[in-house]
């Protein structure tokens, strides 16, 4: 497995992480002030967490005035959709293969 995949589950293992990035890809931008507000923890926590998930790219950020604004970036995913496409694909052909020797020994 490549780095970014790595990244992204190590990432989004995270219970407050993964809830902070769901809401931003379910509700779009918002402020720390605000995501705080749904988070359950403090505003320096938030802050922390919004922090990893850019170093990951999974969020964007910019200023405006005197808040930040961070939105999700969906296309950062890619690389797990990629992962999971491939695991998929894999365990098809190995069901697919033994279904065929199941069918083989039937005979």
Known sequence: MSAAPDLLFR??????????????CREGEQTVGVLTA???VSQPAVSKHLGILKRAGLV??????????YRAEL???DPLD??????????????????????????
């Not at 964007?60 to 604004?69: E, P, V």
């Not at 998929?88 to 039937?106: A, Q, S, V």
């Open 38 to 40: 749904g988070a359950g």
């Open 82 to 107: 990629a992962w999971s496409r491939e695991m998929k694909g894999f365990w098809e052909r190995r069901i697919d293969g033994l279904e065929d020797l199941l069918n083989r020994m039937d005979q």
């Open 11 to 24: 990432t989004l293992a995270d219970p407050t992480r993964r809830a902070i990035f769901e809401r931003l």
């Open 75 to 77: 296309c950062a995913l």
């Open 60 to 69: 964007q950020d910019r200023q405006a005035g005197r808040q930040t604004h």
